[in-house]
């Protein structure tokens, strides 16, 4: 066991939140140092998880940079950690949107600028702990933890109805969370240790499986969210600011989908599978309603929310069809939709900083004053509708393929909300980028700040490149999920009825 | 008398050394009068280390004393040391305000460690009557101290209601105690226990379960559970806030240890039928609590509706009835301890142009004017409402997974559920701390000795994830001790 680089990259921003504590002076000399730590913390975190990809043995599908000490030993509780290509690429996306948070937030946050980096660097710990911790105790702190910075992001630095939108996120998240506590519980009792990989190598008895399955499922609907758990999101949302949507949209959604992944199919195979039409049901709901809701939509940050929990509708019936493209379809939408609404809620933000409105109406006609933004704007757009050649495209195109393998309705219907999903990003993109440019106070409108394209730029760089190319992206996690296919217990129960899941025949093993 | 044995005065060596200097304090007092409250203060709490030192060095193994009366093991070490690092703590914080606030008298110091005495004779007992006596000790103290700003209306009218309800339940306590003794045929522990067995297979007549009741009635209201709390909320917010404080930290935890010691020692047998009591009594404070506190307006009644939760979480544990269970409930009340202790550490510091203000309101804004205070005060809420990474978490992670471990899965749902309501109001004091509009900034400096208490206990707090093993292996020895 050589350098703790996981710990590392988890911890590290604590040093940055250290720093600001102790930052000293006044208040405007605070705020400007406040930034520049935080920046510097969050970009080597950053530069650090991409020697932690480099160093990833592709080959290996079992979890690597493996450390484990006696926390509790008495509990049989470990301070464990480890990645496998499920979670790296999530960690990765974790340590890579932060930098991007702070930067986005350079002007626009003004009050309480140390409070807020201490924050936004709180936020990455814990995000950056939930996926490598490998022992349900520390996975629960991380991520249960996550309530207290996100509450104040929202809450102190939101908007209008900061207060209510940053208690319905509290009190919902807790309500999940606490029944998933209970589940772990019993878990530990069952099998004597809080171990996540020894937990998944237990078979529970098939009652003890359902009850689990729902007590995490209220956990991960809650957080992911599924319909009809989803109404705190687009309230959640609104209010935030830019980063905290940002951080929202991009990485605490996706502790839900990982969290099915992870722990309900390997751990309640057979539960996974009894609840799958169960899943569906609410996933095409949610991809077919939420999109209608989307396009009636006046606000664009509440458009962009229903157009995430129709995306994750999308995720959640990847996961669910338990064929390889379905999960792998799944996890890369996860990442894709990470990259892609992240920088569409800093689409918003950017004129939201300008005109301090977020209604569609008071805008139109930007193409003229801000071509840049428009082009950018442009991309994000087409990659959240799926157009080839965007991230978008692959993980959508790869869960639908895992769905018409499972259930042709499904698969027939989410097409129906990706149609309708083309339809309200494309509306949304004419009635605030085209047309004529006749409001007044949009005439001195500016085109973006060399600072935000340099937030830009990074992002569409990703979004391209897993477009195009999703290769090594695809290649990191296939290890690990045939691994989650064949080796572990949800092989056997699904092995009867989808045969051809276990043979990695289509695309991706074509390819290569 | 050919059978005298001298007892054996040293294992009672804490409580004779409190009892005699309380009396030297008391004639100092006499002598010296009021200006030497402060010395006295600090006196009391040296002589409270001394006494918690000598609890330290002289716990271990099980022995009795006093024609088995008194007993010290590892159970009694660790609650007797909570209970004094808790008065203790709550006593240093209060010096400030009992010098400004008109409560400069030098009974009040004496009367604490009268009280305190009495907490340690109650976690001592052995013997029915030894627990009257000592419980006794500590609530005729408790009285006074309630009532101790006598020309305020509403610090009397706490004494008074405190008195009132207290001699109460004292009298449910003796009257049960009395059935016991008549059915049971003897008041020392180890005879009931006896008494209760011999019965056999049918078990023992209803005067037995009559007399439980009584007891566990009486034991309630001590410990303020679901619906024995009523008088929680009131003598809480008229008491003087450093009574409060002490209040809520060193007797509860006594009358918790009191609880455990009665219901597993001498009715061990009886599982059965006080399971169901304490099952009750914990849904009810959870959730009484919970509902309750949303509408408060004031910290210190808010804080009580608190308590009246956090003795149903204690309680999970021992509805649990396992060793386990009883390990939850002491980690849970160490926890407590600390937190608690915490939380009014700041709400003493809730000072406007000198002049003490109680309501949350007043809180506003503090995460601007006092950004370290109002991290503080976030981290007990956090931690109370039970929020990893926090010590209140692994409180509530303890007692629930005894909980699920008997299979009371109902008893967990409840208590979780229950959580996520009691989260509202901890959370909205975070609200009004950090994103309501400032009003006046408290003054400044708050006193060393407050600022230090609130802080220890702040990090302790903060840190108990890191470094869990003291209260976690002390825990594990004095459960142990209940379980022969």
Known sequence: MDWPILSTITFLPLVGILALVLLRGEAAVVARNARYVALWTSIVTFALSLVLIGAFDTANPDYQFVEKVPWLPEYGINYHLGVDGISIFLLVLTTFLTPICVLASWDSIQSRVREYMIAFLAMEVLVVGVFCALDFVMFYIFFEGQLIPMFLIIGVWGGDRRVYSAFKFFLYTLVGSVLFLLAILYMYL???????????????????????????FASFAVKLPMWPFHTWLPDAHVEAPTAGSVILAGILLKMGGYGFIRFSLPMMPEASEFFTPFVFTLSVIAIVYTSLVALMQEDM??????????HMGIVTIGIFTFTQQGIEGGIFQMLSHGIVSAALFLCVGVVYDREHTRAIAAYGGLVHRMPIYAVVFLVFTLASVGLPGTGGFVGEFLAVIGAFKANTWVATTALIGIILGAAYMLWLYRRVIFGELTKPNLKTITDLSWREIGVFVPLIGLTLFMGIYPKPILEVMHGSVTKLMTDSQLARVISPVGGDGLTPTIMIADER | MAGFVAPDYLIALPEILLAGLACVFLMVGVFTGNRSTTPLTVASVAAMAIALALVLGFGGEKRTSFGDMFIVDTFTTFMKSLVLIGAGATLIMGLGYVRREGMNRFEFPVLIVFATLGMLLMISANDLMALYVGLELQSLSLY??????RDAVRSTEAGLKYFVLGALSSGLLLYGASMIYGFAGGTSFAAIAE???????????????????FIAAALAFKVSAVPFHMWTPDVYEGAPTPVTAFFSAAPKIAAVALLLRVVLGPFHEMVASWNQIIIFLSIASMAYAAFAAIGQRNIKRLLAYSSIGHVGYALVGLAAGSEEGVRGVL???????????????????????????????????????????AAVVGIFMFSMAGIPPFAGFFGKLYVFLAAVNQGLYGLAIAGVLASVVGAYYYVRIVKVMYFDEPTEAFDRPVGRELTAVIAASGIITALFFAFPAPILQGAQAAAAALFP
Not at chain 1, 190 to 215: K, M, N, Y
Not at chain 2, 144 to 149: D, G, L, Q, T, W
Request: charged share 15%.
């Open chain 2, 195 to 213: 008494g209760i067995k011999n019965y056999g297979a049918e078990g023992p007549p209803i005067g037995v379960l009559i007399g439980l009741v």
């Open chain 2, 331 to 373: 980690i849970y009340m160490a926890i407590y301890m600390v937190m608690t202790v915490g939380a009014f550490g700041a709400v003493l510091a809730m000072r406007q142009k000198g002049q003490m203000v109680e309501e949350i309101a007043d809180l506003s804004g503090l995460g601007k004017t006092n950004p370290a205070m």
């Open chain 1, 301 to 310: 940050k509440k458009l962009i929310a229903y157009s995430s929990v129709a």
């Open chain 2, 144 to 149: 006074i101290v309630a009532a101790f700003r």
């Open chain 1, 190 to 216: 069952q099998v004597g240790t809080t171990d996540i990989p020894t937990i998944a190598a237990h078979t529970f008895s098939r009652e003890a499986q359902i009850w689990l399955w729902l007590a995490l």
